[in-house]
């Protein structure tokens, strides 16, 4: 399956990830996403920067638009948290409810008001 199916990274999210790690000055970072337990809805999404991906995670990149040196994001995801978000969409959203990261999962049968926890 490619990558583009697995998971897509907007625009948005891969300019904030970007601007991110400008404000951490370590362009080396990598946005990590998995899956936890908890949150209303059962499970919730985690974001976390890390310097190094694991042997197991899966990798994806997403080169910002507009962009003359050539750079991108990368999010790096372990192959469990994959399994629920397969085919998924990470986001950046800026709205009522404030800044944030969203995730457009498929695999979810319901998802709270906060966009951070979900069933499946």
């Not at 904030?16 to 400008?22: D, E, P, Q, R, S």
């Not at 999404?45 to 507009?66: I, T």
């Not at 994001?73 to 948290?81: A, G, K, M, N, Y």
């Not at 009522?96 to 319901?110: E, M, Q, Y």
């Amino acid at each position: 399956m490619s990558e583009t199916k697995l998971l897509n990274i907007t625009a948005s999210a891969a300019e904030k990830v970007h601007n991110l790690k400008t404000q951490e000055q370590n362009m080396s970072l990598l946005l990590r996403i998995s899956i936890t337990g908890g949150g209303c809805h059962g499970f919730q999404y985690k974001f976390a920067f890390e310097d190094q991906a694991r042997d197991d995670d899966f990798s994806f990149s997403k080169s910002l638009e507009d962009n003359a040196h050539n750079e991108s994001v990368t999010i790096i995801i372990d192959p469990i948290s994959l399994g629920y978000l397969r085919g998924s969409e990470v986001d950046y959203l800026q709205d009522a409810k404030g800044d944030r990261f969203i995730i457009r999962n498929p695999n979810a049968s319901t998802t709270c008001g906060c966009d951070r926890s979900f069933t499946t």
